[in-house]
């Protein structure tokens, strides 16, 4: 069985780059583009693991984060930011991501990220 990642990414070339990368790990890659697209596309479908920009518009990845958290607790969440400081990643972790993943990236990385949220959602199940 593939696992389903939704993405949520507001910039189009980092969206399709990461599809791109992940989908070659085999992953089932969907991508969503805003906070709101994200809350809406997973009211239909199911995924295993979101990975969240936290910089974009309207809603942030912190909020989404919160808001994902209180619908679907079980769901693990990974964010993705540029603000590679102890701050942004305790508001992460507080806000409900398993993980955090500072960009620029390295798919190895953000590889082993997911990896790590697989693991804790299948304990959590």
């Not at 189009?12 to 994200?38: H, I, N």
């Not at 969240?52 to 993705?80: H, K, N, S």
């Not at 102890?86 to 955090?100: H, N, R």
Request: proline content about 4%; glycine content about 4%; charged content about 25%.
């Amino acid at each position: 069985m593939t696992a389903t990642i939704l993405l949520v990414e507001d910039d189009l070339d980092t969206s399709r780059l990461l599809r791109d990368l992940l989908g070659k790990r085999k992953y089932r890659v969907e991508a969503v583009q805003s906070g709101p697209e994200c809350l809406a596309w997973l009211r239909d479908h199911s995924a295993d693991a979101v990975i969240a920009d936290v910089q974009m518009p309207g809603m942030d990845g912190l909020e989404l984060c919160r808001q994902l958290q209180r619908e679907w607790p079980e769901l693990p969440v990974i964010v993705l930011t540029a603000q590679a400081n102890l701050d942004t990643a305790d508001a992460a972790i507080s806000a409900g991501a398993c993980d955090f993943v500072t960009k620029p990236m390295r798919l190895e990385t953000l590889t082993v990220a997911v990896e790590r949220a697989f693991q804790r959602s299948v304990h959590v199940r």
